[in-house]
T-cell receptor, first 113, second 114 residues
Framework: GENVEQHPSTLSVQEGDSAVIKCTYSDSASNYFPWYKQELGKRPQLIIDIRSNVGEKKDQRIAVTLNKTAKHFSLHITETQPEDSAVYFCAASKGDSNYQLIWGAGTKLIIKP | ETGVTQSPTHLIKTRGQQVTLRCSSQSGHNTVSWYQQALGQGPQFIFQYYREEENGRGNFPPRFSGLQFPNYSSELNVNALELDDSALYLC?????????????FGPGTRLTVT
């Protein structure tokens, strides 16, 4: 079946450095790719998303890139801050439905002071 | 605007029992999706309800069932509980039953099956 693989599972970066999280998906019909952030003990929240007709999207320190040919997309966080510490999930829409997302397993991002 | 709420927060059940989890959707949202999130994993889609009807289902057995009420709140029922059902159950509401709409998550119900 369709799946989304996410790497790395844990990422530790120095405060102020950049962090990159990568996801690959298997369903070539996927056309929507959101990223959610889940802080410890809190609910997941959407931080950025991208659609298949766009290659890159940026929102302040956060950017997402999409390579449809290779079926992978990445989250880039620049100038990392302590409040960026959280678990980040990527997801991809399921091609044969317009209602379902397939989620990655998550990346625990640790910002070292 | 009222956010998504879930009850109870925590629940401990015995294998073979039945459980009902509740979710109140955000004001103005007519769609509720339910997810199971095992420890260290991403959310797994259980099913979605739109205007009181099941709109789609993931790879979960029939002992996982749900309801949506006229006010768009929703219930998740799990029968014949198994140890592997232990997880965080999240509901998320959205203004339309389409995956490209932002999903607003509740705080979750932590279910432990012993």
């Amino acid at each position: 079946g369709e799946n989304v693989e996410q790497h790395p599972s844990t990422l530790s970066v120095q405060e102020g450095d950049s962090a990159v999280i990568k996801c690959t998906y298997s369903d070539s019909a996927s056309n929507y790719f959101p990223w959610y952030k889940q802080e410890l003990g809190k609910r997941p929240q959407l931080i950025i998303d991208i659609r298949s007709n766009v290659g890159e999207k940026k929102d302040q320190r956060i950017a997402v890139t999409l390579n449809k040919t290779a079926k992978h997309f990445s989250l880039h966080i620049t100038e990392t801050q302590p409040e960026d510490s959280a678990v980040y999930f990527c997801a991809a829409s399921k091609g044969d439905s317009n209602y379902q997302l397939i989620w990655g397993a998550g990346t625990k991002l640790i910002i070292k002071p | 605007e009222t956010g998504v709420t879930q009850s109870p927060t925590h629940l401990i059940k015995t294998r073979g029992q039945q459980v009902t989890l509740r979710c109140s959707s955000q004001s103005g949202h007519n769609t509720v999706s339910w997810y199971q999130q095992a420890l260290g994993q991403g959310p797994q889609f259980i099913f979605q309800y739109y205007r009181e009807e099941e709109n789609g289902r993931g790879n979960f057995p029939p002992r996982f069932s749900g309801l949506q009420f006229p006010n768009y709140s929703s219930e998740l029922n799990v029968n014949a509980l198994e140890l592997d059902d232990s997880a965080l159950y999240l509901c998320a509401s959205s203004p339309q039953p389409i995956s490209s709409y932002e999903q607003y998550f509740g705080p979750g119900t932590r279910l432990t099956v012993t």
